[in-house]
Structures are given as C-alpha cells and as structure tokens.
T-cell receptor, first 109, second 115 residues
Framework: QQPVQSPQAVILREGEDAVINCSSS?????VHWYRQKHGEAPVFLMI?????EQKGHEKISASFNEKKQQSSLYLTASQLSYSGTYFC??????????FGAGTRLTVKP | KAGVTQTPRYLIKTRGQQVTLSCSPI?????VSWYQQTPGQGLQFLFE???????NKGNFPGRFSGRQFSNSRSEMNVSTLELGDSALYLC??????????????FGQGTRLTVV
C-alpha cells in the first residue's frame, strides 16, 4: 500500500521554507526520501531509520515518528535547485518499497 | 563507477505487441526493482528481484513479468500491450533489498509509447 504524501504541490520563493509530509498505514522500519527533477531519474536524499539514525547526502533535515508512522522533510531557505518532485518510500519488514504519489516543489526567484 | 543503465531509452510499440526492457545495475548490486511512472501517478512498484529471485510484486496484471540473471542484469517483459501501458519505466538497483537501510540508484528509464 502506498504512503500518503502532502501537500501534492507547493510553490515557494527562494529563501522560504517548506515541509513535506509522508504517512503510512503500515508499521515502518525506515523511510526513504528521493527527489526527481524534470526529465531526470529520482535521486536519493536520505534514509531515516527506527531509533533515530539517518543516512543522507544532502543538508536536508527530516524527522521520523515511528509511533505515528509518519515522516516529514524540512526544506529551509529553499534554493532554485530544490525544485522537483519529492517521493517518500516507506521501508517495511518485508522490504517492499512502494513510493508515495510525490510532492511537486517549485522554487521561484 | 558506471551507473544504472537502461536500454532502450525510447520505444514505440503497437497495441497487442510485446516488449522487453533491460536494466544493468551498478556492479556489485544484487537487487533490481522496476517502477512504472505516469503523470500524476508517481512511482508505481512493479517488482523486485534479488539474487535471481522475485522477492516482491506490485499490483500489476500478469502481462507484466520480469527476470534477473546471474550477473544481476534484469529484464522486464510486457505482453499484449495496451494503450495504458504507455509510461516511463524505471529500474533501481541497490546493494541489499529495498526497504532496508540502503539507498537505491535509478536508471534514466525507458520511455514506452503504445500506439
């Protein structure tokens, strides 16, 4: 079952902040976040694991509430390069990775 | 190191035909997952292969099938193509099973158009 992402789309000005939420109806082992720019392949952002461990390549912060089965991605002081579609993918015990429908983020000058 | 390679990049097929798409994962990666992407539908999970075995399958009809070879390369086959199968098909490779604590690397995808 796919996780639910919100909002579906958001438009920002450079320097503004945004929060993207992801919730699952199933117990989560981890949450994965990816960003896909127009015409490109999705690229890994970070993994959040139970217990608070995080693995990521970018200076993007996120939270993972295991009890509520929710995760949030925090984009602060947004830059033009943040534009793209963000996908969350919940990791379950059966290792079944099904992504959410995505959140389209547009950052304008 | 080389990334995930998908071939062909573009394909046009006629309704009723079948098609085979190929994915070469990053060297050393044993998991290959396939996704269908259409506008507004996000990434729809098709299936995942690990060490030549299908480990997970999404909610797609039996016309969609796949396999993985001993060198971890994977193929996806769609038989009796329908117009609704037009989409970008992405494959992702990772060291371990997806859903664990490893990142996935996506290929550029194969754009399939069914006419």
């Amino acid at each position: 079952q796919q996780p639910v992402q919100s909002p579906q789309a958001v438009i920002l000005r450079e320097g503004e902040d945004a929060v993207i939420n992801c919730s699952s109806s199933k117990a989560l082992y981890s949450v994965h976040w990816y960003r896909q720019k127009h015409g490109e392949a999705p690229v890994f952002l970070m993994i959040l694991l139970k217990g608070g461990e995080q693995k990521g390549h970018e200076k993007i912060s996120a939270s993972f509430n295991e009890k509520k089965q929710q995760s949030s991605l925090y984009l602060t002081a947004s830059q033009l390069s943040y534009s793209g579609t963000y996908f969350c993918g919940p990791g379950h015990n059966n290792n079944d990775m099904r992504f959410g429908a995505g959140t389209r983020l547009t950052v304008k000058p | 190191k080389a990334g995930v390679t998908q071939t062909p990049r573009y394909l046009i097929k006629t309704r009723g035909q079948q098609v085979t798409l190929s994915c070469s994962p990053i060297s050393g990666h044993r998991s290959v997952s396939w996704y269908q992407q259409t506008p507004g539908q996000g990434l729809q999970f098709l299936f995942e292969y690990f060490s030549e075995t299908q480990r997970n399958k999404g909610n797609f009809p039996g016309r969609f099938s796949g396999r993985q070879f001993s060198n971890s390369r994977s193929e996806m086959n769609v038989s009796t193509l329908e117009l609704g199968d037009s989409a970008l098909y992405l494959c992702a490779s990772s060291l371990a099973l997806q859903g664990a604590d490893t990142e996935a690397f996506f290929g550029q995808g194969t754009r399939l158009t069914v006419v």
